[in-house]
């Protein structure tokens, strides 16, 4: 079978699937998950044989240590993995509630209904634990999925699909409810993304090009962020003891994930007494500053920092620095080089809080706390399809609401239209 | 100035006009759209003018009658023009409203905020009245809007444009808030389509080809409908009196719209009562029936429909008819052929009007009422932006809320994450 007959079957069998999935009821789609979490338990030996056949080729073609810890599976991932879906269990399934009904002057009752989108791709990069995560969420909201993840890891998603297609068929769901891209060829991608009349959404994970190629060349929507350069704006007003906190925090807690923070921006009238300390304190924790001429003024050891900086998405112990005359400047700072991302400010002023949160256009916006919070989990969601920063549809963090669409429902007696 | 830097540079000022109508109270929104409506009345004269000119134009090439009348800018035109605008200032903007605060364990407290989507670019065909629609409704969401309307209609559209820039200059308001691609350059589309910097959605309305020509080229998430295959099925225990009535205003009342009936569906048991009367009432008003073999034997008058005529959007005085089994062979009739748009069951039966409710897959379901209410006004959203029969962001009229998206909004007393 050519590759291109391959995805136009797997798309095809996708939205029979589909179809049968958003008649499901809960139950029935939470039974499943809870067999599929058991399956991978019973299948752990399997899954990580396989998974050692990725791991020996791609160090044999010289993949580095960081891409070899992503792409390996253990038990303590398995079992991730397995917990990952007994949570997802508890998420309220959005299926099939309605909104609060209006009445038309002719009587006609409307409302919206949430339905499942129907078939949706995931296009990502190494990580088994994706395959698993992804089909969980998918499977909640109703939805049959393909998953295409990095050929690397082919073998690893191969044996992960058999465990979940043996789960599904113990549940009596369709096993192509769940189906992994079983060939390697990068065109695979390509014809994926020409089959907008059976699949509904695509979700690329992964870096930049990945992202930009798949928004390039698809025809069916596509929920994306590229990245996420995160400011914190500490305000004149701030309570700087709280302001050293959360910056710390929102730099160095987890600096290699895209809720970190990429640029501190501080108020001048604050920098002087704020930066030094701030600095001494995050070079102690091995950040490099790379800071405006001001703040290379009150910390001696930041180096000058490049127009290149403000648009980096570090992903690393590097924070530039800059510090604004007003907070204008900040939302202003923000609006050219943010990424829609996640932004917030450090402020005790009741209206500076105000207007920050009406005024900075960014997925989810703070006023005292760290950026870190950006997370479905955190969010309260639950379990997470990443993040969006693209605004149509869902922008922020994708949980198992923002998999499902609404339709109207119209209730008549016999009503026409004059 | 080359077309590729006139849509680059109208894409970026129609980005700031965006980021300062975001934070523009109500009231200045609301006196800016009944300036527009002022103003439009006041350059009548100018308007029709302008419009001559393309009206004769159009006649010398030799467009059809059709086109001509959907072209051409009357007294009447204007006001309607000018009417639907004031009804645009009667709707609820949605900008800043937040949904129910939740309260995360650690005291983060969630909400998130309606905001405009930024900047929206409409891409249509000759009607010159879209011009003003358009920009009403994104106006009212505080969105900038870029339109690039038929070429036929550029000197009328400038006109419009002309007097909204007068209008909104009046109010205070940036001039770029509305704009109007000002060359006739086909290639101008394809730079719009590649602003995804600056640009929030794209939005076609017009033919299937033009429709097709922008998803496949857009690096823009694109909002749209291709067609509605609108069906009525006709249940066993449908009431036939209201089933007629029904089916008449859903084939006859206008047959050259979207959410007209194209194919009747009946079941087997009620066909040999309903049809041959419903046929005869067809009959009267010039409706030509395409039926299946059931249908031909028992309406004489009835074509035998061909495959196509299943799949066909014949926005005219002609009727697909086919005999069902039972209301499984209704709903996978539905699933293979439908459009996703707008489907309506006849029927007395509770379980079966909740069945067909929930299992059938179109922007609208109905029951007991015809499919002509799918549209925005007639469900209570007020004026609306056409219908979206892809999932993602909106399912069904697209109103003024639709125009808009939601951030999360995060306030925190210090929270940091661990």
Chains 1, 2 share one sequence.
Not at 280 to 286: N, P, Y
Request: charge should be negative.
């Amino acid at each position: 079978m050519s590759v291109e007959t391959t995805i136009l079957e797997m798309a095809k069998s996708a939205r029979a699937a589909g179809r049968e999935l958003s008649r499901c009821p809960t139950d029935r789609k939470d039974a499943a998950l809870l067999k599929i979490a058991d399956q991978l338990e019973a299948d752990a030996e399997r899954i990580k044989a396989e998974n050692g056949r990725d791991v020996s080729a791609a160090k044999e073609n010289g993949l580095s240590n960081a891409m070899i810890d992503r792409l390996s599976v253990t038990d303590a991932t398995i079992s991730d993995m397995a917990q990952g879906l007994r949570e997802i269990v508890r998420l309220t399934d959005p299926v099939g509630t309605t909104s609060e009904t209006w009445i038309r002057p002719n009587g006609l009752e409307v409302c919206r209904m949430r339905i499942p989108l129907g078939v949706i791709g995931i296009i990502y990069e190494s990580r088994p634990n994706v395959t698993i995560d992804a089909a969980g969420l998918c499977l909640k909201a109703g939805n049959a999925v393909i998953l295409r993840g990095g050929s690397e890891a082919l073998n690893s998603n191969r044996a992960l699909a058999e465990a979940v297609a043996k789960a599904l068929s113990d549940a009596n769901l369709p096993e192509t409810a769940v189906q992994v891209v079983p060939v390697r060829e990068r065109e695979a991608v390509n014809y994926l993304l020409q089959q907008e009349e059976t699949v509904d959404l695509i979700i690329p994970r992964g870096g930049e090009g990945l992202i930009r190629f798949v928004v390039e060349n698809s025809k069916i929507p596509v929920l994306k962020h590229y990245k996420g350069i995160c400011h914190v704006y500490v305000d004149e007003s701030a309570d700087l003891q709280m302001a050293e906190e959360v910056c710390f925090n929102a730099k160095v807690q987890r600096p290699g994930v895209c809720n970190a923070m990429e640029t501190l921006l501080v108020h001048q009238s604050t920098a002087p007494e704020f930066l030094p300390k701030m600095a001494e304190r995050f070079a102690q924790a091995g950040v490099e500053l790379r800071g405006c001429p001001e703040t290379c003024r009150l910390v001696s050891s930041a180096q000058p920092a490049e127009e290149a900086d403000w648009y980096a998405e570090f992903l690393d112990l590097i924070l530039a620095v800059r510090v604004v005359e007003n907070m204008d400047e900040a939302v202003s700072h923000i609006a050219t080089y943010g990424s829609n991302h996640t932004e917030a400010i450090i402020t005790s002023d009741y209206n500076r809080s105000r207007r920050f949160l009406r005024e900075v256009d960014a997925s989810v916006v703070l006023v005292n706390a760290s950026t870190r919070f950006n997370d479905g989990g955190q969010l309260g969601l639950g379990a997470e399809m990443g993040i969006s920063t693209s605004k149509l549809h869902a922008y922020g963090p994708m949980g198992v609401d923002e998999l499902t669409t609404t339709k109207f429902v119209v209730c008549g007696n016999g009503q026409l239209r004059s």
